[in-house]
């Protein structure tokens, strides 16, 4: 008796470990159903289009280099990596076995031919922007590539680490001038393309051959667009979905909580980036007092509050505070009434200036917190809600006076000061990033000494000058960062995103996603 | 009957022509640019390179009249054109999704008819009861609740609670017949309402007018019973003004419900034309567009003729 009872004992002690264990064990197979936004705009991997094109594809495909979930650099499809003292050459030793997912082997010419062919004017390629620096890309032998600049660009080694300036397909497998394609091609990534039905949804499985081995989990996933976002919701609560991007904000205090108890929640904490952009070359906002005094008006933690839920974070730059190791601390600036109204007299601007501001239709709740702490600060302000191509349209030519706008944070300053603040884009007859007509010549100066400097640390600190520069003249107002949240059934397990809401990375994601069921 | 078919094609001509120039000009008139659009307005890296290559590529750098000029010529070929995002040829497109508009259109219609006409006959024969008013009381609540209100409380409650219903999507038939039927009643419920709500009223107001005249007056004296003199002669009748109405409502479905497509992500043609604009895809919302008001003509034609059916006394001519 007394045998049998210590027996149970350890039996159930044996049993007890086993189910915690097991739990936590990610299992292979299952079929994922994942609600996303929009549907497909095109199944050309060389071309970036809209944001859900992008991160769908990163599920199928990658290059040669990737960001883990901390902005970190990692390797993929090349396993290291060399750059030459004069920053010109760039040489990738490709990881053998590597297989598409038509089975066959990945060798350095793919890499060449990818890289060529998003290079190719005729292609229309995304990347045709990206790689313009690049002289030319040779294929050493059967593992190792290596990538020729024309001038030393330090920017460019965190460009490749993403499929932004080429996904790596195999050579010949999209045609010459047809960018637009009725079937993905292959890729290397960890699941392969079954088949697409438009608005019905994108069918993959897994990739057996897969190079991280023992990865992915999943056998299946099917990515469903479903654009109304109370719809998607419902349907994840309803079981008809797993996983759903872009979660309604009014119901993520409700699952952190706990109120839906069969659902979680995962946070891309800083997916979103928010501004408002001043016309700075027409009154009233050439005037650089009346600029300050209005972002004196502005109380950043209450627009969070009022038209985020909550959730968010004030920003100063545009890099991530947690993962740029280029942030810089600048100070939040308080909402002080007296002082705004102090800036705008002090800037001799008609303090009964009627200030247009304009958002697409949708942002109302945003710009109605805005107009308010405006409006009681003392500025007169007429609210504008238009079409974003009509947005575009006045922004290029410069007919506006202060828009709210959206962006993304960007992973090195190189990806948005340049574009966004130099004299050159800001004098173009047709505005393409400098929206705001912004130039000053000395920010240009540091800018261009910057881009030549190698060292990353030395280049961040003639980065933060420029940046300062910006912060003072303020052509823009950074708002705030803005999570997105993806919510998912509990018996999904293992899904992680980054700051920037990827579906998948090498690191995690997806691929790395199981079902507890 | 063959004159008169002939006839009609006839006249489609000028009226197509005069649609693929409208359509053509509205759809450049919409402000955005398709190529700015598939970049991404914000990518930080976008050259103009890339964008006039883009351009060049899609056929856009051409001088409008240029562009039109192409694509009607392609038209009278019998090529809608190609999607500017996939490629794919549009005619191909909208085959692919009109079955889904089909199905729902005429499962809706199906649910209309049902709910509208023995409705609006009770509530005629019966005029002034509880039938009556409950009946009006519906077609009031039907007119004036927003369809996609509707369909997000079915969604809440058949959907969630009580999960009675799928809450979003679709299933080919062919795939499984029972799942496409499953998903199949919540949008067409939700459309089906709308459609009775209006004919409901109007088939009622119908069947008062016949129930006054003479020839039911005779019947009656000649000891028909009720029943009859209804179904056989005054429901026919009323039928014949109703078809109008039934046969609008019909082509305005056939032309696709874009908030219930949206709302229960159905993937109709509806569904097509609302992303092909978003996405400012000109061939595909031009060709879809163009091929929608072919359909809606049709669709006239066959009613005129049901008309001719439902009472031989009408002259087509």
């Given at each position: 008796m007394k045998h049998a009872r210590i027996l149970a004992l350890v039996l159930g002690v044996v049993m007890s470990a086993g189910s915690v264990w097991g739990a936590d064990t990610p299992k292979h197979g299952g079929r994922l159903i994942f609600g996303i936004r929009k549907d497909l705009?095109?199944?050309?991997?060389f071309w970036r289009t809209q944001s859900t094109d992008a991160y769908v594809r990163q599920i199928m495909f990658e290059g040669l280099m990737d960001f883990d979930a901390k902005g970190k650099i990692v390797p993929a499809l090349a396993e290291s990596w060399t750059i030459s003292p004069d920053g010109l050459t760039y040489t990738f030793k490709l990881r053998n076995g590597v297989k598409f997912h038509n089975g066959k082997e990945m060798t350095a010419q793919d890499v060449k031919w990818s890289a060529d062919y998003a290079m190719n004017p005729k292609n229309a390629a995304t990347g045709l922007s990206l790689m313009r620096n690049v002289k030319s890309v040779t294929a050493r032998d059967k593992h190792t590539i290596e990538i020729t600049l024309k001038e030393a660009e330090p920017i460019f080694f965190s460009t490749l680490a993403s499929i932004r300036p080429f996904p790596v397909v195999p050579e010949g497998s999209v045609g010459e001038g047809q960018s637009r394609v009725k079937d993905f091609p292959p890729g290397t990534g960890p699941f392969v393309y079954k088949e697409y039905q438009s608005a019905r949804g994108l069918v993959l499985t897994r990739n057996v051959n897969y190079w991280q081995k023992g990865l992915p989990y999943l056998d299946e996933i099917v990515l469903k667009p479903v654009e109304e976002t109370q719809v998607r919701f419902t349907s994840l609560r309803a079981g008809d979905l797993d996983l759903i991007e872009r979660t309604p904000r009014v119901f993520v205090p409700k699952l952190i909580k706990g109120d839906f108890p069969d659902l979680k929640v995962a946070e891309a904490k800083y997916s979103g980036f928010r501004r408002l952009i001043f016309e700075v070359t027409k009154p009233p906002f050439n005037n650089v007092k009346f600029r300050h005094a209005v972002r004196q008006a502005l109380d950043m933690r209450e627009f969070v509050r009022a038209a985020y839920w909550g959730f968010g974070e004030p920003a100063t730059v545009w890099a991530i505070p947690s993962t740029s190791p280029w942030h810089i601390g600048l100070p939040e600036v308080k909402r002080d009434v007296a002082k705004a109204k102090a800036l705008v007299k002090e800037s001799g601007v008609d303090p009964n200036t009627v200030i247009e501001l304009a958002a697409r239709k949708g942002e109302e709740e945003e710009m109605q917190v805005i107009e308010r702490q405006l409006t009681t600060a003392g500025f007169k302000v007429k609210l504008e809600f238009l079409t974003g191509g009509k947005i575009s349209r006045r922004r290029r030519s410069g007919e506006f006076m202060l828009d709210f706008s959206g962006a993304e944070p960007v992973k090195d300053p190189a990806d948005a000061y340049p574009f966004r603040f130099s004299c050159l884009e800001g004098k173009?007859?047709?505005?393409?990033?400098n929206y705001s007509g912004y130039c000053n010549p000395e920010f240009d100066k540091l800018v261009a000494r910057a881009n030549k400097i190698q060292d990353e640390k030395e280049r961040y600190k003639v980065y933060e000058k420029a940046i300062r520069i910006v912060h003072e003249d303020l052509p823009e107002i950074p708002l705030v960062f803005v999570p997105r949240y993806f919510a998912f059934h509990k018996k999904v397990r293992g899904f992680t995103t980054d700051d920037g809401a990827r579906f998948n990375m090498t690191t995690g994601g997806l691929s790395r996603t199981w079902l507890d069921q | 009957m063959a004159r008169y078919f002939i006839k009609r094609l006839i006249q489609l001509i000028p009226v197509l022509f005069f649609v693929s120039i409208f359509v053509f000009l509205i759809i450049h008139l919409i402000p955005g640019d398709p190529v700015e659009v598939m970049l991404g307005e914000d990518d930080a890296r976008a050259s103009q390179e890339l964008y006039q290559a883009m351009r060049k590529q899609l056929g856009l750098d051409a001088p409008i009249h240029i562009q039109y000029l192409r694509w009607i010529w392609h038209v009278l070929q019998g090529d809608l054109g190609k999607s500017l995002r996939t490629a794919e040829p549009v005619w191909d497109m909208v085959m692919a999704r009109y079955p889904a508009t089909i199905y729902l259109a005429l499962s809706a219609f199906l649910v209309g008819t049902l709910i509208s006409i023995p409705a609006g006959a009770i509530a005629a024969v019966k005029q002034n009861t509880a039938w009556d008013y409950s009946a009006m009381g519906f077609a009031l609540f039907g007119i004036s609740v927003p369809n996609f209100w509707l369909a997000l409380l079915l969604i809440l409650g058949?959907?969630?609670?009580?999960?009675?219903?799928?809450?979003m999507g679709y299933v080919d038939p062919t795939a499984h017949f029972g799942m496409f039927l499953w998903h199949l009643v919540m949008p067409s419920v939700v459309l089906g309402t709308a459609m009775a709500s209006s004919i409901t009223r109007f088939v009622r107001a119908e069947m008062l007018d016949q129930l006054r005249l003479d020839y039911v007056r005779t019947a009656k004296a000649k000891g028909l019973p009720d029943r009859k003199i209804v179904s056989r002669h005054v429901l026919r009748n009323s039928l014949v003004a109703a078809t109008t109405a039934i046969g609008l409502q019909v082509g305005r479905l056939l032309g696709g419900a874009t908030v219930i497509e949206t709302v229960f992500s159905w993937p109709g043609v509806a569904l097509l034309v609302l992303e092909s604009v978003y996405a400012r895809d000109y061939p595909l919302l031009q060709g879809s567009v163009l091929f929608l008001a072919v359909a809606y003509v049709f669709v006239n034609l066959f009613v005129d003729v049901f008309y001719k059916w439902l009472d031989p006394r009408i002259s087509l001519e």
């Open positions: 705009s095109s199944l050309n991997p173009r007859a047709k505005r393409i990033l | 058949l959907g969630l609670h009580w999960r009675v219903f799928p809450t």
